[in-house]
Nanobody, 118 residues
Framework: QVQLVESGGDSVQAGESLTLTCAQSGPALTVYARGWYRQASGKQRELVALVGTGGTNYAATVKNQITISRLFGSNTITLQMHSLKPEDTAVYYC?????????????WGRGTQVSVSS
């Protein structure tokens, strides 16, 4: 079973920076895309950043604040966020879609809380 485990969530002040990490474990699969979504309280889950075979896609609301990266030689990805605002407060989820045993699957982590106070 493929597992995604997020870490790095924290409570910070507006203007500060934070880096989230997602570690992938389990069987090898063909990855189509991996990235981050977030869900604020009372709101729908939304895309933050996604990197795949077609390139990298950032949400317009955060594209100047974030950088998604993959650690060289590993299945770990990071999300660097700077100039955080209270509206960035959310649970951040790691996401992956790919093919395992020729069957397309989607995987989600359990999320990591980011809280930004003014």
């Amino acid at each position: 079973q493929v597992q995604l485990v997020e870490s790095g969530g924290d409570s910070v002040q507006a203007g500060e920076s934070l880096t989230l990490t997602c570690a992938q474990s389990g069987p090898a699969l063909t990855v189509y895309a991996r990235g981050w979504y977030r869900q604020a309280s009372g709101k729908q889950r939304e895309l933050v950043a996604l990197v795949g075979t077609g390139g990298t896609n950032y949400a317009a609301t955060v594209k100047n604040q974030i950088t998604i990266s993959r650690l060289f030689g590993s299945n770990t990805i990071t999300l660097q966020m700077h100039s955080l605002k209270p509206e960035d407060t959310a649970v951040y989820y790691c996401y992956l879609t790919g093919a395992l045993r020729q069957k397309e699957q989607e995987y989600w982590g359990r999320g990591t809380q980011v809280s930004v106070s003014s």
